[in-house]
């Protein structure tokens, strides 16, 4: 699938090659083998947590990082993982696969990422979360759900840099910048994702919901638009409010996201130190 761009404001307009953007990725996961193992492997039926923290201990960046979610406040075990198969075990092998995703896309690189990324997605995540069970998920899987919507808006801006800046800062509101990206790439970020996920066989639970976020008679798509609407809140400013009761197909009311507002402010820093982690090794991992 090949698109031509609109062009940019100084009238250049690179050639979109959705196929050579998903073949950059398997690149990407040649320089982190471990991490694309995982990918791999964590979700087949006879993959055990002990199997796969042996993988994941080969890459101690990654495996630190895992440490440190498991002992955050979302898990609510502060400080008493002490070890990378309990580890596995309390995030779990989704969550696993998904922080693996994270850095073979090099999605822990902020230089490579738009403006505000991981600000972005931590909201998107935890609020993703909070609402999953007005909607029947688990808030573990709605986590990995946000954590992964803007790994496509990340592949547009490696691969048109100048032009998706320019696009985010012309549309502050995530809908109207999936229709911009739409124009311009020929596909927006979010169905991107989904493309990107299915590509390495991510369940269609989890792919079924990026694909129909912009249906706002989809029930599926609900949860992703809420948890967009709530990100939207909290990061663009001047943001004229969507009704959430519309957006969520009368699952949510206003009344309930002070909590989900107040729940995304408290955590949203601890877990993104969790997925970014750090240079020195975790202290917990044995």
């Not at 706002?216 to 990100?231: M, P, Q, W």
């Amino acid at each position: 699938m090949t698109v031509t761009p609109l062009p940019t404001r100084d009238g250049t307009a690179p050639v979109f090659d959705l196929e050579k953007v998903l073949a950059s990725i398997d690149t990407m996961a040649a320089q982190r083998p471990v991490a694309a193992q995982i990918v791999s492997v964590a979700n087949s039926d006879d993959t055990s947590a002990k199997a796969l923290s042996q993988i994941l201990a080969s890459d101690v960046a990654l495996a630190g990082r895992v440490m440190k979610l498991a002992n955050s406040a979302y898990f609510g075990m502060r400080g008493r993982v002490t070890s990378l198969q309990f580890a596995v075990t309390v995030v779990g092998f989704t969550t696993v696969r998904t922080m693996a995703t994270v850095a073979l896309t090099d999605l822990d690189d902020e230089a490579r990422l738009p403006e505000n990324f991981w600000d972005v997605t931590t909201s998107l995540a935890l609020a993703s979360s909070a609402l999953a069970p007005r909607f029947g998920e688990r808030p573990q899987d709605a986590l990995c759900l946000g954590l992964l919507a803007q790994l496509g808006a990340a592949l547009l801006n490696h691969n048109d840099r100048e032009g998706y800046a320019e696009l985010v800062d012309d549309n502050p509101d995530f809908t109207a910048r999936r229709l911009a990206e739409l124009r311009r790439y020929g596909i927006n970020s979010v169905r991107l994702t989904a493309v990107a996920l299915e590509q390495w066989g991510f369940p269609h639970s989890m792919t079924s919901r990026l694909n129909q976020v912009d249906d706002f008679t989809s029930l599926e798509g609900g949860l992703l638009r809420s948890a967009f609407e709530v990100t939207a809140r909290l990061t663009v400013e001047d943001y004229d409010t969507v009704p959430i009761v519309r957006l969520s197909c009368g699952q949510v009311r206003e009344d309930d996201l002070v909590p989900v507002l107040d729940q995304v402010r408290a955590d949203a820093d601890e877990l993104r130190r969790a997925m970014l982690g750090d240079a020195d090794p975790d202290p917990y991992i044995d």
